[in-house]
Structure formats: C-alpha cells, structure tokens
C-alpha cells in the first residue's frame, strides 16, 4: 500500500509551514498528520545533512510517496536537490512538486524536468562567473589593485628582503613587523 508523505520546510523561527500543508491538501493529497514532516532550517543546509529530512527518508519505503510545495523547500542548490532525488528514486521513493505541475520527478518526465532545471542552474552559474571575470578584467585595465591590500608598504618589503638577503629569520620579522610568517615571505618574493 502507497504511503504519502510531505516535507514542509521553512527558513526562518518567525515562519510557519502552515500554507504549504494547505496547498498539499488542497491538491488533493491526504497525507496523514503523522506523515507531515515540518522544520524550521536554512535552504542552504544540505537536504540529507537535515535533521528532521534525515529522519523522514529512514521512514521511508519503497512504493512511499513523498509531496513538495517547491523544489526550493528541498535545497537551494540544484546539485543538492537533484542529488536528493536520485536518492529517494534509488530507494523507490516518488517524489512530487506541487510548483512543477505534481509532476513525480523520479518518472522519466520528471527526470527531464531536472535536467532541464539543473542546466539552467549551470547556465546560470557560468553567467555569474563570466560576469565576475569580465568585471575584474574591466577593474585591472583601469589600473586598479585587486585583492587585499599589503599589511606591509613597499618600504617595508624592500627592508624585509634586505634582512632576509642578510639571513634573518621569517619568524624574526614576522614578530618585528606584527604579520605572519607567510606575508613575509610574499614580502620576500615580490621585486
């Protein structure tokens, strides 16, 4: 017999899951209260690193349904969400997404749903990393210095390779000047 479940998550304390048992009632499934599985944790938070998702998927059995409002209620990530999928599809666990039609996503519509979502996911990623790149090619032709700024001025650099040329100890100016070990020796390398 097909058990249905539903996994109704919220981000924040001041939040409540209460309109997304409603739009699972409303559509028609009937879940029983004890299958409602509710938690308040961050969407950035891994599905299966969850406290209350862990434990609803060792409930789980194969034949079980299990009911979302939005993708997003089980991970911002894509890779995330669709690696939580597979999972439940592994273990014979459908999974529904009331957002995307109902449409179950371990059925081979529901695969392709994914893999168009998680495309997109891609596409968009590569945007944001066009964009950055373009931005910080646009910022050292302008002449700008990107990265954090020395904790040594030139001075100072030109009088650590000095007494490092004279055998001074990286820990010695470390101490002397108040940095690391390490930005001494970036101090060392730059000419």
Do not use: W
């Not at 968009?124 to 040594?152: C, N, Y």
Request: charged share 25%; aromatic share 4%.
């Amino acid at each position: 017999m097909t058990r249905t479940f539903s996994y109704c998550r919220v981000s924040t304390a001041d939040q409540t899951t209460d309109n997304q048992v409603r739009e699972i009632e409303a559509a028609g499934f009937a879940v029983e209260p004890h299958r409602v599985v509710t938690e308040t944790v961050s969407g950035s938070v891994a599905a299966m690193e969850r406290k209350g998702f862990r434990k609803l998927t060792e409930r789980l059995e194969k034949g079980d349904v299990l009911i979302v409002t939005k993708l997003d209620r089980l991970g911002r990530n894509a890779m995330d969400v669709r690696a939580t999928i597979e999972a439940l599809a592994l273990a014979g666990v459908r999974v529904h997404c009331l957002a995307l039609g109902g449409v179950d996503l371990t059925s081979p519509a529901g695969r392709m749903t994914m893999s168009v979502i998680a495309a997109v996911a891609e596409f968009e990623r590569d945007l944001l990393i066009e964009r950055t790149q373009s931005g910080l090619d646009r910022a050292r032709a302008a002449g700008k210095t990107l990265g954090r700024p020395s904790a040594l001025t030139g001075d100072q650099q030109a009088a650590i390779r000095a007494s490092r040329a004279k055998g001074v100890s990286l820990g010695t100016l470390a101490a002397e000047y108040g940095v690391s070990r390490a930005a001494i020796q970036r101090a060392e390398k730059r000419t």
